[in-house]
């Protein structure tokens, strides 16, 4: 069974530009999360979506947004990218059913602006 | 305002003696705890998990307590292996809310 694939799993954009981040959860998965991990602030929650639709969102400004498509596959976009956004986002994957509230998380991807 | 806090960045132990991570929240309405773990350069894996009815869950090596009157929760594992060093996580959940809040982590050296 495949795990969550994130790509790219390296990336490297100058301030001011717009990124993507591809998240693919585990199959069966229909709830997808994307997290951000700093140094100073560990796992910060971004947002999470769920059979396309956003169920819950963190405290991020709104240049920080997410999509998630009918095969559950999610994208998160970063508009007007600063230095801060540096950091790894990782993004997790759950069947959100009974009272399993593990994720399954993918490797991340390691974001650096200059 | 962290709800989920991890107060120790870092922790010593000898290999072969006992790990405690220790780890407070301050949101009494959290219904379930999780601890993960995580290596440089990976996504966080799951470790054990503790309802908020219970006290106490074992699982190999891992054991973790819940004192809910203190809001205070630790995982325990011995004994501590060459394998162990990484950041743990410890994380929680609201009541009916899926979304799962995260500690900042404890590194978790193993001394020889």
């Known amino acids: 069974k495949a795990g969550v694939t994130q790509t790219p799993r390296y990336l490297i954009k100058t301030r001011g530009q717009q990124v993507t981040l591809s998240c693919s959860p585990i199959?069966?998965?229909?709830?997808v999360s994307w997290y951000q991990q700093t140094p100073g602030q560990g796992l910060q929650f971004l947002f999470e979506?769920?059979?396309?639709?956003?169920?819950n969102k963190g405290n991020f400004p709104g240049r920080f947004s997410g999509r998630q498509f009918s095969n559950s596959r999610s994208e998160m976009n970063v508009s007007t990218l600063e230095l801060g956004d540096s950091a790894l986002y990782l993004c997790a994957s759950s069947t959100r059913t009974g009272v399993n509230y593990g994720y399954t998380f993918g490797s991340g991807t390691r974001l650096t602006v200059v | 305002d962290q709800q989920v806090k991890q107060n120790s960045p870092s922790l010593s132990v000898q290999e072969g003696r006992i790990s405690i991570l220790n780890c407070d929240y301050t949101n009494s309405m959290f219904d379930y705890f999780l601890w993960y773990k995580k290596y440089p350069a990976e996504g966080p894996t799951f470790l054990i998990s503790?309802?908020?009815?219970?006290d106490k869950n074992e699982d190999g090596r891992f054991t973790v307590f819940l004192n809910k009157s203190a809001k205070h929760l630790s995982l325990h594992m011995v004994p501590s292996q060459p394998r162990d060093p990484a950041v743990y996580f410890c994380?929680?959940?609201?009541?009916?809310?899926?979304?799962?809040?995260f500690g900042k982590g404890t590194r978790l050296h193993i001394l020889p």
């Open positions: 199959s069966g998965h229909r709830s």
């Open positions: 503790i309802s908020s009815i219970k």
């Open positions: 994380a929680a959940t609201l009541n009916r809310d899926d979304k799962i809040i």
């Open positions: 979506y769920f059979s396309e639709t956003q169920r």
